[in-house]
């Protein structure tokens, strides 16, 4: 689910919970229900994408708000200057950890 679109997001997310209902029924068909039916893994899987996708849905839904009060008031959309530290940061430590050398290796054991 990489996309940033919600369209592209809301067809993803109707397409597990159709995935979903179908797998539920397969498992009554089969007799498996209730507390069984809870604990099948794919079933899990499947219900974590779910509530995964709706919880994207609805933090693109809070950033668009967001944005739209912030243009409505007149202002620009700041970004916190903790985060831009912390992407400073995280851009300098790759950028060192590409530049040291590697260890040499280690002698093997004599017995």
Do not use: F
């Not at 997310?13 to 995935?19: G, K, N, Y």
């Not at 994408?49 to 708000?65: F, L, P």
């Not at 700041?78 to 300098?92: C, R």
């Amino acid at each position: 689910m990489g996309s940033e679109s919600k369209e592209v997001r809301l067809a993803q997310q109707s397409r597990i919970v159709a995935r979903c209902e179908e797998w539920k029924a397969t498992l009554t068909e089969r007799g498996i229900t209730g507390k069984t039916a809870a604990r099948n893994p794919t079933l899990r899987k499947l219900q974590a994408d779910v509530r995964r996708a709706r919880r994207r849905i609805a933090a693109m839904e809070a950033a668009a708000a967001h944005v739209k009060s912030v243009i409505e008031k007149g202002e620009e959309v700041k970004v916190k200057p903790e985060k831009k530290a912390a992407a400073k940061k995280g851009a300098d430590k790759k950028a060192a950890g590409a530049a040291k050398p590697d260890k040499p290796a280690k002698a093997p054991k004599k017995k």
